[in-house]
T-cell receptor, first 116, second 114 residues
Framework: DAGVIQSPRHEVTEMGQEVTLRCKPI?????LFWYRQTMMRGLELLIY????????DSGMPEDRFSAKMPNASFSTLKIQPSEPRDSAVYFC??????????????FGEGSRLTVL | GQQVMQIPQYQHVQEGEDFTTYCNSS?????IQWYKQRPGGHPVFLIQ?????EVKKQKRLTFQFGEAKKNSSLHITATQTTDVGTYFC??????????????FGIGTKLQVIP
């Protein structure tokens, strides 16, 4: 079975450019998470969706960041305009939430973003 | 908001030595999960503990959930070079209702010296 698929795996861009990261969760999973990982701050939860609905976006750093989940099999995280401090590895994760149960999170391989 | 802290942040051990990492949450946790991330890789789920005081073992790894459900530990007996990586604890607050926001600790980076 395919795991969580993220693209691109690596992105190098210049400050001010728009960046779009993509994620395809595991089929059948109803929750999707976007995390950002840096050396200084570890894994930070940016936003998560349940049944395609954004539940908590309090971790989104500022208005330059936006995320969408138009359907159960696709999500995007967009940064516009990008800044050097956005350089990080962005992980998408999904799981199957049943009632109040927290399931195991399945992570994609990440998108390494470098903003020059 | 909820904070999850881990200590130590870094640990170097000689191969064969034991290793322990500790996880503390500022709020009661509904459950605790542990993940391992190899260098250059992505976090991979190891285990989940749900009950107060629960202890689970996976071969050389022992996981414990505190009685107050605010802390946890991971102990590795006789480390091997394959144990190298960063170990994260993660958990949702106990009062988060139907939607559980999983907050990760900063992780403990383990280096095993052959």
């Amino acid at each position: 079975d395919a795991g969580v698929i993220q693209s691109p795996r690596h992105e190098v861009t210049e400050m001010g450019q728009e960046v779009t990261l993509r994620c395809k969760p595991i089929s059948g999973h109803n929750s999707l998470f976007w995390y950002r990982q840096t050396m200084m701050r570890g894994l930070e939860l940016l936003i998560y969706f349940n049944n395609n609905v954004p539940i908590d976006d309090s971790g989104m750093p500022e208005d330059r960041f936006s995320a969408k989940m138009p359907n159960a099999s696709f999500s995007t995280l967009k940064i516009q305009p990008s800044e050097p401090r956005d350089s990080a590895v962005y992980f998408c994760a999904s799981d199957l939430r049943l009632a109040l149960n927290t399931g195991e999170l399945f992570f994609g391989e990440g998108s390494r973003l470098t903003v020059l | 908001g909820q904070q999850v802290m881990q200590i130590p942040q870094y640990q170097h051990v000689q191969e064969g030595e034991d290793f322990t990492t500790y996880c503390n949450s500022s709020t009661t946790l509904s459950n605790i999960q542990w993940y391992k991330q190899r260098p250059g890789g992505h976090p991979v789920f190891l285990i989940q503990l749900v009950k107060s005081g629960e202890v689970k073992k996976q071969k050389r790894l022992t996981f414990q959930f505190g009685e107050a459900k605010k802390n946890s530990s991971l102990h590795i007996t006789a480390t091997q070079t394959t144990d190298v990586g960063t170990y994260f604890c993660a958990g949702p607050p106990g009062d988060s209702g139907g939607y559980q926001k999983v907050t990760f600790g900063i992780g403990t980076k383990l280096q095993v010296i052959p």
